[in-house]
């Protein structure tokens, strides 16, 4: 199995500008979390997906931010306008169901640097 | 909403030392899980423990459940270079339930020299 799949890598764009974040999660899998990371806050949920029907976005930060899951093995975290203090890694995790945190397999991330 | 703390934020070590490292809250939790992230990676869970006072083994990595249910330590024996990493704690407070359930620590930052 592939495991989770984001992309890309790396984003690097400048203030103001739209940011889409992908996320494959694994085949089979019915839940999906979308993560950020910084130093400063560490790592936080800012929503999940249970059959691709957002269930709680309460981790959203702002308007700025939002995330779909059009089918089971495609989600977009998209933010707009973008600013210098979204910069963080974005991970991205599956699950087979959305009841246990030690479901959940993480992908590699996604370093976004907005300058 | 819940807060935990790890502790220590680093340590260097050499090869083929044990390490200790914990895990606090001032809240209860229903279930402890350790991850391990290595740079440019995401978190890859270690032990998952669901039981206050449960103790359990992953080779040489050992976790406990703490019994007030608001702590949890991992040790790691006989260190490896490959042991380098962050190490997260994460608290649930009930199972199916996410938002403001769960939190992960801020992590504890192992390097080991050779």
């Known amino acids: 199995d592939a495991g989770v799949i984001q992309s890309p890598r790396h984003e690097v764009t400048e203030m103001g500008q739209e940011v889409t974040l992908r996320c494959k999660p694994i085949s089979g899998h019915n839940s999906l979390f979308w993560y950020r990371q910084t130093m400063m806050r560490g790592l936080e949920l800012l929503i999940y997906f249970n059959n691709n029907v957002p269930i709680d976005d309460s981790g959203m930060p702002e308007d700025r931010f939002s995330a779909k899951m059009p089918n089971a093995s495609f989600s977009t975290l998209k933010i707009q306008p973008s600013e210098p203090r979204d910069s963080a890694v974005y991970f991205c995790?599956?699950?087979?169901?959305?009841?246990?945190?030690?479901?959940?397999?993480f992908g590699p991330g996604t370093r976004l640097t907005v300058l | 909403g819940q807060q935990l703390n790890q502790s220590p934020q680093s340590m260097f070590i050499q090869e083929g030392e044990d390490v200790s490292m914990n895990c606090t809250s001032s809240?209860?939790?229903?279930?402890w899980l350790w991850y391990k992230q290595d740079p440019g990676e995401g978190p890859v869970l270690l032990i998952a423990l669901y039981k206050a006072g449960e103790l359990t083994s992953n080779g040489r990595l050992t976790a406990q459940f703490g019994i007030t249910r608001k702590d949890s330590f991992l040790n790691i024996s006989a260190s490896i270079p490959s042991d380098v990493g962050i190490y997260f704690c994460?608290?649930?407070?009930?199972?199916?339930?996410?938002?403001?359930?769960?939190?992960f620590g801020p992590g504890t930052r192992l390097s080991v020299l050779p």
């Open positions: 809240s209860i939790f229903n279930t």
């Open positions: 994460a608290g649930q407070l009930l199972p199916g339930n996410y938002g403001q359930n769960f939190v």
């Open positions: 995790a599956s699950s087979v169901t959305s009841g246990n945190l030690d479901e959940q397999f």
